[in-house]
């Protein structure tokens, strides 16, 4: 039995009844002491005793709990009842300790049973170890009316009966060793291993988390150094430069080049800071053929054109009139310079 501020203690007994809150229960070295004038008639029928001495103190308390005790008890959210020992069923066996509490819980039920002659739905029960070290078991049982009593008197919740000795002192943690008595709950355990299995995929499923995300994290350090390096790299190199319309337009007309007919011995070509220069050898005929067509066909260029045998420029107007002054003269070995606009 464990305590909390949201537990406290009912002690019923045949001359007294008492409601320790959870405060007082925290706070008090001895939370029960012996009653002095207590003595236990061995004469007496056991069934009887529990039965009468029970229903006396539950007459005792039904009278005193609104007056004395009902303000005080809606304080405290769960109660926990204490009752003479001797009211209870009670017998000692030797169960294996086979390392399952269900299996435990369940040996105890079948022994109480028979013991106190009750259906399990019909009782109460607990069973409590007599020495770590031994198969030994105390086990107590009582009928499970005696709870759904009290709860109708008190009207608060009572999670569990334990058995004390009227003639022993309690301290905290003796009072918090006594054996729970609970009614038979037949799901209990399967919601218990529920309840377990459901904690245990709770810390998987945060395990899973925390290892996807280290995962998750380490791969984008990953992906920043891989950008840092691609980054380094690319500062090594100077980037591609998109050619100029200009350059394209003169690419053009260097593969037309290729179609200059026969009658015009081309000498020579150079291109250079986006001016080219044709020397070529032919005929004024031929010459001036040459010109007039790919002037026409080039318009987005300036054609110039001047004699390579004669000093200083002539252009290409001034070409074709040299033609008229210079009569007999059929071949001409001129250089053409072509411009972009």
């Known amino acids: 039995m464990t305590f909390s501020l949201s537990h406290g203690l009912l002690v019923l007994s045949e001359s007294n009844c008492r409601l320790i809150a959870p405060k007082k229960i925290l706070k008090s070295n001895t939370v029960i002491t012996a009653d002095s004038q207590y003595v236990l008639d061995n004469d007496f029928d056991f069934s009887e005793l529990e039965e009468s001495a029970f229903s006396r103190a539950l007459i005792k308390l039904d009278k005193e709990w609104s007056e004395c005790f009902a303000k005080e008890a809606c304080k405290v959210k769960q109660w926990r009842v204490l009752l003479p020992e001797h009211w209870f069923s009670f017998t000692n066996a ?22 106190i002659r009750l259906a399990p739905e019909q009782l109460c029960y607990g069973y409590q170890s007599v020495n770590n070290q031994s198969n030994s078991f105390n086990i107590y049982g009582c009928p499970r009316d005696w709870l759904n009593q009290l709860t109708d008197i008190c009207g608060v919740e009572i999670v569990s009966i334990s058995p004390y000795s009227l003639a022993a002192n309690y301290a905290v943690e003796e009072v918090g060793a006594l054996p729970e008595l609970e009614p038979y709950q037949p799901l209990k355990w399967w919601f218990q291993k529920q309840k377990r299995l459901a904690i245990q995929l709770v810390y998987l499923s945060v395990l899973i988390g925390g290892i996807g995300l280290s995962i998750l994290y380490w791969v984008n350090s990953r992906q920043d150094l891989l950008s840092q390096s691609i980054q380094h790299v690319q500062s090594q190199y100077f980037p591609l430069k998109t050619p100029s319309n ?96």
């Open 94 to 115: 030797e169960l294996p300790h086979i390392g399952s509490d269900y299996l435990l819980s369940l040996s105890s039920l079948s022994i109480i049973s028979e013991t």
């Open 246 to 341: 200009k350059q394209l337009q003169f690419e053009a007309l260097l593969l037309a080049l290729v179609e200059v007919p026969p009658q015009i011995r081309v000498n020579s070509l150079t291109y250079s800071q986006g001016e080219l220069v044709l020397n070529i050898h032919a005929s004024e005929k031929a010459l001036q053929d040459f010109l007039h067509t790919w002037q026409t066909r080039w318009g987005t260029f300036v054609w110039s054109a001047f004699d390579s045998g004669v000093q200083g420029e002539s252009h290409l107007g001034m070409l074709l009139e040299q033609r008229n002054g210079e009569i007999g003269r059929e071949v001409i070995h001129a250089n053409v310079l072509v411009k972009a606009r």
